[in-house]
């Protein structure tokens, strides 16, 4: 299953959609979930069209939920782990994928990067040149909006989660204007579809059998 971050009514979205989500994924059960879309490039080494899947992530939002499960249970006291909340195997898979459509997409895409640091941050106006700074600072590679709180309620699901991010605008090191690529709109489109056509089956990760989470046993 995948599904893209944002859209139309882009804050209202990044609330209610993740929510929705997840409630439909807690009754379908076990499945890959790929969540896709456009990031702005941190890493000086990035250009626009550049394909990033990310394998860690840093957290700067404030006004979002980071759980499915206290929704249901508001006394719930929950603790789980966030390591690989970006699952290994299925990243592999979409890196393989990338690689190999790479060559038939239009000239945008440049280059393929198998792992990245994403930072998200609230939203919806792009980060002044201070955020970026910080954010190098925190050796984050690309910034986005729409990661959280998807990557908790996956991991509370234990569902196999990835994410598929295309570059769309390159913060400048000069401190000058972020350059925003205005081509973008068909490409991201064609190029996600065809990388996760591409994607081919997998082995069987550790994403549904490890425990990532501590319930306090007062809590039932």
Request: with cysteine; proline share 6%.
């Amino acid at each position: 299953m995948w599904f893209p971050g944002g859209g139309t009514g882009h804050q209202l979205e990044l609330l209610k959609a993740p929510l929705a989500v997840a409630e439909v994924l807690a009754k379908w059960g076990e499945c890959e979930v790929v969540l896709v879309g456009t990031v702005g490039g941190i890493n000086l080494l990035l250009e626009t069209g550049d394909i990033v899947i990310p394998d860690d992530f840093v957290d700067r939002t404030v006004h979002r939920p980071r759980s499915f499960v206290q929704k249901n249970n508001p006394c719930a006291r929950i603790h789980y782990t966030m390591q690989n909340a970006l699952c290994p195997s299925l990243r592999a898979v979409l890196y393989e994928a990338a690689k190999s459509v790479a060559g038939t997409l239009p000239s945008q895409a440049s280059h393929v990067f198998r792992r990245g640091t994403y930072i998200c941050s609230e939203g919806p106006s792009f980060e002044r040149n201070a955020e970026i700074q910080g954010f190098r600072q925190l050796q984050a590679d690309i910034v986005g909006h729409s990661l959280v709180p998807y990557v908790y309620y996956m991991r509370e699901l234990k569902m196999c989660f990835a994410c598929l991010t295309i570059v769309s605008n390159v913060y400048r090191d000069d401190g000058g204007p972020c350059i925003r690529s205005a081509a973008l709109g068909d490409f991201v489109t064609e190029a996600c579809v065809a990388i996760l056509a591409a994607a081919s089956s997998r082995p069987p990760c550790r994403c549904r059998t490890e425990d990532h989470m501590l319930t306090d046993p007062r809590c039932k």
